[in-house]
């Protein structure tokens, strides 16, 4: 096993690189014929690429945003023919990333109630197919095909178009190697694909000068020589790549093999190595004018100068030392994975973009590690579930929500009754404690109520008071938010006439008890009059079954 001999301070060169982006660059396959499957092209610092692979809306989403970018959006003419080009002579559907988060088509905007997955509603043209169905139940998503003329189609999101299109954006590209005579570059891109005479490339891209076999790889516009940082496609090395003494990375080869002095990179046969009779557990690099053992990036050399030792409980921080990596200890050893909210991709660990694949009901936002819900106006998160989001009032008297296509279907947050109006509908807040759902104390609040209890007694099933037999000590009076009773749990129903028609029956049954009562106290009187004057003064009355 040898190492190389190359003493530069690449490594170290490398973990300064911070917020480096990795993206995917694919290249122009066809010409008048169409685009090979899963390639594209790229102009400026944008690619835009096409993927034959049969899948619904979400999951394309979930593979554009895997590769750092996002379903194509197509705002303007010249994204439009981007498309044309990409699509070729193609046939079959392909997403594009227009869709319908929530409520019912607008048909008077200028986008009708759609909006990019980039959350956003801003577009130069328009393309929408003359059949737009602008009902509340219409499909959410849109895809084009070369034989509708890439018109903009409704499509359920559930179902498996042909293909999708993405699209990616990225800083700092390299520009192609200088090639000499008998000289050959093949480029490596993020995402699988090979190329040559390739003019821009993103970062995170690698290149083999052939006949040479020597590895570059593309970092903030400028190409590293292998071996680079360990962390990042194992330094380039053909076998492995270890960190030597001087934090220098290096490659290694496997026992009767040693390291191309010229590429520094790959291992060839070796009659005579000398690292042989060393013994080294992992490997050994050229220590002045002899050679001594190194250990695998995260193992340090044991006091016998050729064990490695192995700290399965990663207290040793310069284990995963790349950005965003964590130690994770395994049987065997250790790991170097991800943090939580970041995936590797080409050796880095780069943010998750969690909100491309739509997480939230109403809106996303992305941040380092994660992401966060938000809701419209007249909505709040559901306490429940945080990517749902709830009608919500937060006032005596909202405005209802209505479906635009029937004004007469409208709902109401919990706890709030619709009143129908001259030429609208509004909710307004129910009075609970009016209802003697608490045992004892009682307070309203919008769109609920809050049960309380006197000293020494406690709330239980939110409503009920009951002696605390184990308090020793005057206690406050307990408090809780109470639910909202069964029937306020869905929007009411109930109209201003049938409240109406509710009161009137209630004062009608109210009168006729009262009539009823005074009828009977009324008869009674009479008959009792009736029977002193009959009497003799002085002497007893008498009934008819006392004579």
Same mark, same amino acid.
């Given at each position: 096993?040898?190492?190389?001999?190359?003493?530069?301070?690449?490594?170290?060169?490398?973990?300064?690189?911070?917020?480096?982006?990795?993206?995917?660059?694919?290249?122009?396959?066809?010409?008048?014929?169409?685009?090979?499957?899963?390639?594209?092209?790229?102009?400026?610092?944008?690619?835009?690429?096409?993927?034959?692979?049969?899948?619904?809306?979400?999951?394309?989403?979930?593979?554009?945003?895997?590769?750092?970018?996002?379903?194509?959006?197509?705002?303007?003419?010249?994204?439009?023919?981007?498309?044309?080009?990409?699509?070729?002579?193609?046939?079959?559907?392909?997403?594009?990333?227009?869709?319908?988060?929530?409520?019912?088509?607008?048909?008077?905007?200028?986008?009708?109630?759609?909006?990019?997955?980039?959350?956003?509603?801003?577009?130069?043209?328009?393309?929408?197919?003359?059949?737009?169905?602008?009902?509340?139940?219409?499909?959410?998503?849109?895809?084009?095909?070369?034989?509708?003329?890439?018109?903009?189609?409704?499509?359920?999101?559930?179902?498996?178009?042909?293909?999708?299109?993405?699209?990616?954006?990225?800083?700092?590209?390299?520009?192609?190697?200088?090639?000499?005579?008998?000289?050959?570059?093949?480029?490596?891109?993020?995402?699988?694909?090979?190329?040559?005479?390739?003019?821009?490339?993103?970062?995170?891209?690698?290149?083999?000068?052939?006949?040479?076999?020597?590895?570059?790889?593309?970092?903030?516009?400028?190409?590293?020589?292998?071996?680079?940082?360990? @962390?990042?496609?194992?330094?380039?090395?053909?076998?492995?790549?270890?960190?030597?003494?001087?934090?220098?990375?290096?490659?290694?080869?496997?026992?009767?093999?040693?390291?191309?002095?010229?590429?520094?990179?790959?291992? @060839?046969?070796?009659?005579?190595?000398?690292?042989?009779?060393?013994?080294?557990?992992?490997?050994?690099?050229?220590?002045?004018?002899?050679?001594?053992?190194?250990?695998?990036?995260?193992?340090?050399?044991?006091?016998?100068?050729?064990?490695?030792?192995?700290?399965?409980?990663?207290?040793?921080?310069?284990?995963?030392?790349?950005?965003?990596?964590?130690?994770?200890?395994?049987?065997?050893?250790?790991?170097?994975?991800?943090?939580?909210?970041?995936?590797?991709?080409?050796?880095?660990?780069?943010?998750?973009?969690?909100?491309?694949?739509?997480?939230?009901?109403?809106?996303?936002?992305?941040?380092?590690?994660?992401?966060?819900?938000?809701?419209?106006?007249?909505?709040?998160?559901?306490?429940?579930?945080?990517?749902?989001?709830?009608?919500?009032?937060?006032?005596?008297?909202?405005?209802?929500?209505?479906?635009?296509?029937?004004?007469?279907?409208?709902?109401?947050?919990?706890?709030? $009754?619709?009143?129908?109006?001259?030429?609208?509908?509004?909710?307004?807040? $129910?009075?609970?404690?009016?209802?003697?759902?608490?045992?004892?104390?009682?307070?309203?609040?919008?769109?609920?109520?809050?049960?309380?209890?006197?000293?020494?007694?406690?709330?239980?099933?939110?409503?009920?008071?009951?002696?605390?037999?184990?308090?020793?000590?005057?206690?406050?009076?307990?408090?809780?938010?109470?639910?909202?009773?069964?029937?306020?749990?869905?929007?009411?129903?109930?109209?201003?006439?049938?409240?109406?028609?509710?009161?009137?029956?209630?004062?009608?049954?109210?009168?006729?008890?009262?009539?009823?009562?005074?009828?009977?106290?009324?008869?009674?009187?009479?008959?009792?009059?009736?029977?002193?004057?009959?009497?003799?003064?002085?002497?007893?009355?008498?009934?008819?079954?006392?004579?």
């Amino acid at each position: 096993m040898h190492e190389n001999l190359n003493g530069h301070s690449r490594g170290s060169k490398m973990k300064e690189v911070t917020g480096l982006f990795v993206f995917v660059l694919t290249f122009l396959a066809g010409r008048a014929g169409g685009i090979e499957p899963n390639s594209g092209y790229c102009i400026g610092t944008q690619c835009f690429t096409v993927s034959q692979e049969p899948s619904d809306f979400t999951a394309a989403q979930i593979q554009c945003r895997d590769l750092g970018g996002h379903l194509i959006t197509v705002r303007s003419s010249v994204s439009h023919e981007t498309v044309e080009i990409l699509l070729g002579n193609s046939t079959g559907r392909f997403w594009i990333g227009l869709h319908r988060t929530s409520g019912c088509p607008d048909a008077a905007a200028a986008l009708k109630g759609y909006q990019w997955v980039t959350e956003d509603s801003e577009s130069d043209m328009f393309n929408w197919a003359p059949s737009f169905d602008s009902s509340c139940s219409s499909h959410r998503c849109v895809s084009v095909s070369q034989k509708d003329g890439l018109k903009w189609i409704q499509e359920p999101c559930e179902e498996h178009a042909d293909g999708f299109l993405c699209e990616y954006s990225f800083t700092d590209p390299c520009k192609g190697l200088t090639v000499a005579v008998g000289e050959t570059v093949t480029y490596r891109i993020p995402m699988g694909f090979v190329g040559e005479d390739v003019l821009s490339l993103p970062p995170g891209s690698t290149a083999i000068r052939m006949p040479a076999k020597t590895k570059y790889v593309c970092l903030s516009e400028q190409w590293l020589q292998a071996p680079w940082s360990c @962390e990042t496609h194992q330094g380039g090395c053909e076998y492995k790549c270890a960190v030597a003494p001087n934090d220098v990375p290096s490659c290694y080869c496997p026992p009767g093999q040693t390291i191309n002095p010229a590429n520094k990179v790959t291992c @060839e046969a070796s009659a005579e190595d000398p690292c042989l009779p060393l013994r080294c557990a992992h490997a050994c690099y050229k220590k002045g004018e002899s050679y001594a053992c190194m250990c695998d990036h995260g193992f340090k050399l044991a006091r016998d100068g050729r064990s490695c030792t192995d700290f399965t409980d990663c207290r040793d921080k310069r284990k995963c030392p790349g950005e965003n990596f964590k130690c994770v200890s395994v049987t065997e050893g250790f790991q170097c994975v991800c943090k939580d909210g970041y995936k590797m991709s080409g050796g880095l660990c780069v943010d998750v973009d969690e909100c491309a694949s739509a997480p939230c009901e109403h809106h996303c936002t992305n941040s380092p590690g994660g992401y966060t819900c938000s809701c419209d106006d007249g909505y709040k998160e559901d306490p429940k579930s945080p990517d749902k989001c709830i009608l919500h009032c937060g006032k005596e008297e909202c405005v209802a929500e209505c479906d635009p296509n029937d004004q007469f279907k409208c709902d109401c947050p919990d706890g709030y $009754i619709i009143e129908e109006r001259e030429d609208h509908s509004v909710c307004i807040d $129910i009075d609970e404690c009016s209802s003697s759902y608490c045992d004892n104390g009682c307070t309203n609040t919008f769109g609920s109520y809050v049960c309380t209890c006197p000293a020494g007694y406690k709330l239980v099933e939110e409503s009920r008071c009951v002696k605390d037999d184990g308090a020793t000590t005057p206690k406050m009076p307990t408090v809780s938010a109470a639910p909202y009773p069964e029937p306020t749990r869905q929007p009411s129903v109930v109209t201003v006439g049938g409240l109406v028609g509710i009161i009137l029956c209630t004062v009608f049954v109210i009168v006729l008890v009262v009539f009823l009562a005074h009828h009977i106290l009324s008869g009674r009187g009479k008959m009792e009059s009736a029977g002193e004057l009959k009497a003799p003064e002085g002497e007893a009355r008498f009934t008819e079954s006392d004579a």
